[in-house]
């Protein structure tokens, strides 16, 4: 069976603080693919990045980072000087490579206070 | 520009009614998706379809039904809605293949009295 376990259930910082959003997951699976979708206060959701499980190299893009370890079976998200635009729900997601079942995170309601 | 949408936005019930959220797709793609979103589960997978005629149960699928008769629409119905079913309804579709990501709908939320 699949899992996504993002343990942090809210997370509140004050601008230009950096945050590190948690995510751990289970899978059998030797191919899989790791997700990060954000959900602002409108309700959409946003693709932010994909990493397959042969890629554990971190990513970034402007201020934001992506830290893959299958080691630890992690891929946690960081903000690095948090902005008030970056409030919202972070969901984590996880899905095998021999099916189209995507497993999602509870989600991480991040609030960054001015 | 490609889009994906759901109708309605709002939708309030009552229990035992039946229900049936639209979703409609002009990415052409293949594979499409419905999920719902409540608070402290995230996003749980209640039916997929990888083309047209084809359906799949997901995780949730109990109280709910989907067919997909053409490429760009998978209507979900709620056969008997149940207090149980108020939460917020997504559609999402993507194109084959498990690495690619999936695009979402702006979502409905449902009500059941």
């Known amino acids: 069976a699949q899992k996504v376990t993002q343990a942090q259930t809210e997370i509140s910082v004050v601008e230009k603080e950096d945050v590190t959003l948690d995510c751990v997951y289970e899978t059998r699976d030797t191919t899989y693919y790791l997700f990060w979708y954000k959900q602002p206060p409108s309700g959409e959701l946003v693709f932010l990045i994909r990493?397959?499980?042969?890629?554990?190299q971190n990513e970034i893009s402007g201020r934001y980072s992506w830290n893959f370890q299958k080691s630890t079976s992690s891929f946690n998200f960081t903000i690095t000087a948090s902005q008030v635009v970056d409030s919202a729900v972070y969901f984590c997601a996880l899905r095998g490579g021999n099916n189209n079942d995507m497993r999602f995170g509870a989600g991480t309601r991040l609030t960054v206070k001015p | 520009d490609a889009e994906i949408t759901q109708s309605p936005r709002h939708k309030i019930t009552e229990t035992g009614r039946q229900v049936t959220l639209a979703c409609h797709q002009t990415w052409n793609h293949n594979n499409m998706f419905w999920y719902r979103q409540d608070l402290g589960h995230g996003l749980r997978l209640i039916h997929y379809?990888?083309?047209?005629?084809?359906?799949n149960k997901g995780e949730v699928s109990d109280g709910y039904s989907v067919s997909r008769s053409n490429t760009e629409d998978l209507p979900l119905t709620l056969e008997s809605a149940a207090s149980s079913q108020t939460s917020v309804y997504f559609c999402a579709s993507s194109t084959g293949g498990p690495y690619n990501e999936q695009f979402f709908g702006p979502g409905t939320r449902l009500t059941v009295l």
């Open positions: 990493r397959n499980s042969f890629d554990e």
């Open positions: 379809s990888y083309g047209v005629q084809d359906t």
